[in-house]
């Protein structure tokens, strides 16, 4: 029933570019011998539900939490810079931004 | 690379163009979307941030309900279906100017849904369907710093205010718009300009194309004509005018019909509009990275407006345009074509101001289609960008009504009021433009043109009036235009009958 | 011994002036000194935060002023809760040194009621783990056997309160870190309602499972714990507005007397170790004693829980963790020999570098769930499976007002027995994930020692969204009759800790 399970290293190497982490060789090789089993444990729930089943995504239900639009105290910029890896002029230095604006 | 641009209107004669268009609104809400940070445009660098909107560790988003109430007053407006429930979902991808590297959007639960505006070109009426309205978060500004051009490749690193990040935004899509070929650009315009002026009328946000708070993508792919088969399309960002907006369309059908011609293929990517050159040029390369892994927000609660809310909001809608246009036209006793040039300029709104500060309907349209059009064209800008306020405009009418300048000198105030040098009142005295209607300067002025040109002087005494716009020219002359030719007629008539 | 009381005694003897939290505070960190060193529960001790707030509560006392009835008495926190000026590293290397410029809800309510903070509990990195092994910081020992690990996440909230560190922590339980780690470290723990305490400020693993929750040595002392952090708070927009259930009201009421209790078939069979089982039956038999009715009752569906567990979880994750970039905070480590590295690279060296091997095992396996053409079969077919275990739990509500397992399949195992085996170690948390995926309260109480290995066994008892109090009725109940049967806390029989030099 299910599809197969093959996660190839270069599917873990796919996603691991969009989750943005830059795994190693041996990772990566480590991650590809190790998924298949959790996935094909996890697959399972595919067989588990059918159509009709809506799915859950709030184990408790509340609907409408609204904030009245009302201004509160932000941080100061050197509260907000603190902790940052690096600044300049107010600013967050992050390192040169590739791609689009 | 060179691009081969086939002229718009050699394009169309063989292709098709196929638009969407993406219109994303910043509302005008005193805090963000999810936190409580306030909005204002302006402020020191991250001075409007806090463990929400920066994405500390363990911050939690709470859902601002003036933005919910606006964007449901902005769906009603479009004439959309207000969704019964619905949930945001978080498009995640990873970029430094966006802290929780997700944006909290809607996916396919937008909260306004299948509505349609009708717009006017030439005459024609234009049905634009909307295929949705939803709600999602500004993200925070980067600086490129060092590099040669100062542009973001090259730089060799970023500086990053959030005071931007989590601010509101309503992004409204259409469908596919398919409209006769040459009329495409000038409905793309006119979209965008009935969209801001609807949503301007709505009170919820500044909807200023120069300040950023009206943005719009320019979505847009070519068919061969006789074709069923969709191209390759482009997303035009950045187009920051209603002009740009029919520029950008063209050239994008220029650029498109030019590699389409020559067997090539166009590439689906972002692309960027340059104001100054009227040109695109390519931004990122869409690819299969463009996997945006959409699930439900599960920090925030379902949105469930009830029908009697939404009905409730219905009642706060202004007119709908359609009506309020037929309204001002019956109003102001304009003929159908004034009415066609007065939205088609985008002068609407600033007429309806005008004509509030006192002005006649006339008179203004005269200045905004006439003089404030042609200035416009020529410097490329909106007419509400020209640097003159309706209130302006109708002050200056009143002190021609008034007779302290006439049309002439009007136009050196308006001149000088968009040139920045002050009130109208303050450049009629910087640039001493009052006209003269003091009797003993006039009288003298009038006896010299009556002893220059005996003739005429003598026909008026025999009762032949019409002959005395020739004196009145030669007071004017004299007067370099300054004197109050009402008085100076009645002067004239004075003395000789 | 003051740091052998409840907390509640030592409320009452601050109350009346026996003792003052100043005193109070210095045993516990005494204690800390004298045998964290053996257990490594603590990533960081506060004892100058700690004794400043012991110095003020007494004060105000002195002055007759009125105060919280936990006031003074001290508290260990999970490291995953924001605390202004105390690091808050999760158990990461990313977020070492990180300190939170705001308090956490929670935290401010600890704060307000006077409870002295004696510093932050270890735990598996971003509570992903049941060991407590998978903290960049090193693992928390077991006080029974510090061959063998406390549990997890929440090892060192449960190893500091079982070692009596402290006689308050608290724990994030997202599928059982503060349930398991109870059982294995013979402690109290309890996981809440979803929504019925406040999430804001805690470091977010999944955010539709995680719920903060007490963890202390006896059910009346979870309780006064639980009222205190428990509430509205319109920070989190998943809070429950309602008020707490009568939790403490139920501890003291501790009567099973015509109570239906039901035995969930899917849990306690195959895979639970004998002595558990064991201890169970008997716990079961201790109620049906009290004048509990207790039945059977099958949730079929659970047999897909811990699949959908580990499909939600993940997912969820892997998005709440993008914010650890390295850009605005955490530690940021550009990658090897590259030149002038992007904001992109540096992004991705980071995350590399800054996160252990279970964190980036389960964002790969989220980001896998949650990819465009796996969605709907992955986390769509989870987040269905949710609703199917929610009608059996409804179902089985119906019949009987509290349920009952086996809260963890084993006693505390050797540190390293199941780090290579991911699978196993998932296999951790199969009774406790249930409640978690359907927003069930949960507690988890110990229930004596397995006779194979002479280690602390838990039961748990489940009950209905926002009747957290049925468990605490229960629970105490259970509670007093295995006491009056051991002569005492089953603490008491734990091996006393060698001090450290």
Redesign the interface.
């Known amino acids: 029933m299910s599809e197969p399970l093959g996660i190839s290293r270069a599917d873990v190497a796919h996603l691991a570019g969009l989750a943005r982490i830059d795994l190693s060789d041996a990772e990566l090789d480590h991650l590809a011998t190790e998924l298949p089993s959790i996935l094909e444990y996890v697959a399972a729930v595919q067989q588990a539900v059918g159509d009709d089943v809506e799915a859950m995504s709030h184990p408790v239900p509340v609907n409408n939490v609204f904030r009245e639009d009302v201004v509160r105290p932000s941080l100061t910029q050197d509260e907000a810079l603190a902790m940052a890896p690096a600044s300049d002029q107010g600013r967050f230095g992050v390192p040169k931004i590739l791609g689009e604006e | 690379m060179t691009e081969t641009l086939v002229p718009f209107d050699e394009a169309i004669e063989r292709y098709d163009p196929v638009m969407g268009l993406e219109i994303h609104i910043e509302l005008n ?3 963000k979307m999810f ?4 909005t204002e445009f302006g402020a ?8 929400v909107c ?15 109430e606006s964007a449901i007053r902005m769906g009603l407006a479009l004439n959309c279906e207000i969704a019964e ?1 619905c ?1 945001f979902a ?1 498009k ?1 991808y ?4 966006m ?4 944006q909290t959007s809607q996916y396919d639960e937008p909260i306004a849904f299948d509505g349609f505006v009708e717009v006017e070109v030439d005459g024609e009426t234009y049905r634009i369907e909307i295929e949705r309205a939803h709600m999602e978060e500004d993200t925070g500004k ?6 040669s051009t100062g542009r ?2 090259g ?8 005071n931007r990040a989590g601010i509101p935004l309503i992004e409204i899509v259409t469908r596919t718009i398919e409209v006769p070929a040459d009329k495409a650009p000038a409905v793309a315009r006119a979209y965008v300009s009935y969209v801001r002026d609807l949503i301007g009328g709505l009170g919820v946000s500044d909807v200023r194309m120069d300040q950023g708070s009206l943005r719009a993508d320019v979505n847009l792919s070519l068919k061969p004509k006789g074709s069923d088969t969709l191209g390759t399309r482009s997303e035009t ?2 187009v920051n005018s209603f002009r740009s907006v029919e520029r950008a369309v063209r050239y994008e059908v220029s650029r498109h019909a030019g590699i389409l011609d020559e067997g090539g293929k166009v590439v689906q990517e ?1 692309r ?1 509009f340059h104001e100054d050159t009227g040109t695109t040029s390519s ?2 390369e869409k690819s ?2 463009d ?1 945006y ?4 927000e ?8 009830s029908r009697e809310w939404v009905e409730e909001l219905r009642e706060t809608l202004p007119e709908p345009p359609a009506v309020r246009r037929a309204r001002l036209q019956a109003d102001w006793g304009f003929s159908d074509l004034d009415m066609r040039d007065t939205i088609g300029a985008g002068a609407l709104d600033l007429i309806v101001a005008t004509v509030e500060a006192g002005t006649t309907p006339q008179a203004a349209k005269k200045w905004w289609l006439g003089e404030m059009a042609r200035r416009a064209n020529e410097t490329g800008s909106d007419l509400d960008a020209l640097g003159i306020t309706p209130t302006q405009v109708a002050e200056i009418q009143a002190l021609i009504d008034s007779g302290r300048i006439n049309d002439k000198l009007a136009r050196s105030v308006f001149d000088g009021v968009i040139a920045g040098e002050g009130t109208p009142e303050e450049v009629i005295v910087g640039r001493s433009l009052e006209v003269v209607s003091d009797d003993g300067a006039l009288g003298a002025a009038v006896d010299r043109a009556i002893e220059g040109d005996p003739d005429a002087a003598q026909k008026i005494r025999d009762g032949n009036l019409g002959v005395a716009g020739a004196l009145i020219g030669a007071v004017m002359k004299e007067m370099r235009g300054q004197a109050d030719a009402g008085r100076v007629r009645e002067l004239i008539l004075e003395k000789l009958t | 011994m003051s740091t052998r009381l409840s907390a509640n005694e030592m409320a009452q003897a601050l109350a009346g002036r026996e003792l003052s939290s100043a005193e109070l505070t210095t045993s516990h960190l005494d204690r800390i000194a004298a045998v964290d060193g053996a257990l490594h529960a603590f990533l960081h001790v506060d004892a100058e935060g700690a004794l400043a707030t012991a110095a003020d509560i007494d004060a105000r006392r002195a002055k007759g002023e009125k105060l919280h009835a936990l006031a003074g008495v001290p508290i260990a926190v999970k490291d995953i809760v924001a605390t202004i000026g105390l690091p808050t590293t999760c158990g990461s290397a990313i977020l070492d040194g990180w300190i939170p410029p705001y308090d956490a809800t929670i935290t401010q309510r600890i704060k307000a009621a006077g409870l002295p903070i004696l510093g932050k509990t270890n735990m598996d990195e971003f509570a992903m783990g049941s060991s407590t092994e998978h903290s960049a910081y090193g693992p928390t020992f077991n006080p029974w056997d510090t061959t063998r690990s406390p549990g997890g996440s929440g090892g060192g909230s449960a190893a500091a309160v079982a070692a009596f560190e402290a006689p308050l922590a608290i724990g994030t339980d997202t599928g059982g870190s503060i349930r398991q780690p109870g059982a294995l470290t013979g402690t109290v723990g309890v996981k809440p309602t979803y929504g019925g305490v406040s999430r804001y400020g805690l470091v977010a693993l999944a955010s539709s499972l995680d719920q903060a929750g007490p963890v202390t040595r006896s059910v009346l002392d979870a309780a006064l714990l639980h009222e205190l952090i428990g509430g509205h708070d319109p920070c989190d927009s998943t809070s429950i507005d309602e008020a707490v259930p009568a939790v403490v009201a139920a501890a003291r009421k501790a009567d099973v007397k015509g109570l239906k209790v039901g035995i969930i078939t899917e849990l306690g069979g195959e895979g639970f170790q004998p002595g558990v089982r064991a201890r169970f039956d008997e716990a079961v038999a201790l109620l049906t004693g009290a004048g509990a009715e207790v039945v059977e009752v099958s949730l079929p569906s659970l047999e897909h829980a811990l699949a959908a567990y580990y499909l939600v979880m993940p997912s969820e994750a892997s998005s709440n963790l993008a914010r650890f970039d390295a850009m605005r905070y955490g530690v940021r480590v550009p990658p090897a020999g590259a030149d002038d590295p992007s904001a992109e690279q540096v992004m991705a060296s980071s995350r590399d570098a800054g996160f252990g091997d279970e964190v980036k095992r389960r964002i790969i396996l989220g980001t896998y769930a949650l990819s465009s053409g796996y969605y709907d079969a992955y986390y769509g077919s989870a987040q269905k499976v949710r609703t199917l275990i929610a009608s059996d739990f409804a179902a089985a509500f119906a019949k009987v007002d509290v349920l009952v397992s086996p809260t963890s399949p084993t006693t505390a195992f050797e540190l390293g027995a199941k780090l290579d085996d991911p699978l196993s170690m998932y296999l951790q948390d199969v009774a406790t994930i249930p409640a978690n995926l359907v927003g069930i309260p949960g507690l988890s109480l110990p229930i004596g020692l397995a006779d194979e290995d002479g280690l602390p066994v838990g039961l748990q008892f489940l009950a209905p969204q926002k009747a957290d109090d049925r468990l605490y009725n229960a629970g105490a109940a259970l509670e007093r009759l295995l006491e009056e049967k051991w002569g005492g806390q089953l603490l008491a029989q734990a091996p006393e800790l060698e001090a450290a030099r």
Request: hydrophobic share 30%; aromatic share 10%; glycine share 6%.
């Open positions: 809400t005193a805090t936190c409580g940070c306030p020191e660098p991250n001075t409007q941030t806090c463990p920066l994405a500390l560790p363990g911050a939690l988003p709470v859902v601002n309900a003036k933005a919910v429930w949930r978080r995640n990873f970029y430094p100017d802290p929780k590297n997700f980067s600086l490129h710093v060092g590099g973001i490749h730089a060799d690193y970023s500086l990053v205010d959030y960002k950045n972002t960027h931004g990122r299969d990275a996997d892994r959409y699930f439900p599960p920090d925030l609660a379902p949105v469930s407006p």
